[in-house]
Nanobody, 124 residues
Framework: VQLVESGGGSVQSGGSLRLSCAAS????????MGWFRQAPGKEREGVAT???????SYADSVKGRFTISQDNAKNTLYLQMNSLKPEDSAMYYC???????????????????WGQGTQVTVSS
């Protein structure tokens, strides 16, 4: 399984970015895909997830600002990030799990594959 993120960059507070994750090499009928982020000196944290049924979940810190979506035809995962804040600055990672994780999605140990990450920097 290969995951390649793109779309990161530097924006001012209040701006928007859309991250993409191109996925290849997996054909799971039941799965979860997600976005995580990790700031320097902090643990990796879950941002949003979507599973094979289309069910989504978000971290409280991004609800109402971020939207996760997937294009199954393109095998691509997206994260639309609006109203960005300086505290959103981090390396953002795409991940795939070989099953639907439900409420366990926030725990990194349940995810099977990870991308290399794309940097997001939000200035005030």
């Amino acid at each position: 399984v290969q995951l390649v993120e793109s779309g990161g960059g530097s924006v001012q507070s209040g701006g928007s970015l859309r991250l993409s994750c191109a996925a290849s090499g997996y054909t799971y009928r039941s799965y979860s895909m997600g976005w995580f982020r990790q700031a320097p000196g902090k643990e990796r944290e879950g941002v949003a997830t979507i599973d094979s049924t289309g069910s989504t979940s978000y971290a409280d810190s991004v609800k109402g600002r971020f939207t996760i979506s997937q294009d199954n035809a393109k095998n691509t995962l997206y994260l639309q990030m609006n109203s960005l804040k300086p505290e959103d600055s981090a390396m953002y990672y795409c991940a795939v799990a070989q099953s639907r994780l439900g409420r366990s999605w926030i725990w990194t140990q349940f995810w099977n594959y990870w991308g290399q990450g794309t940097q997001v920097t939000v200035s005030s």
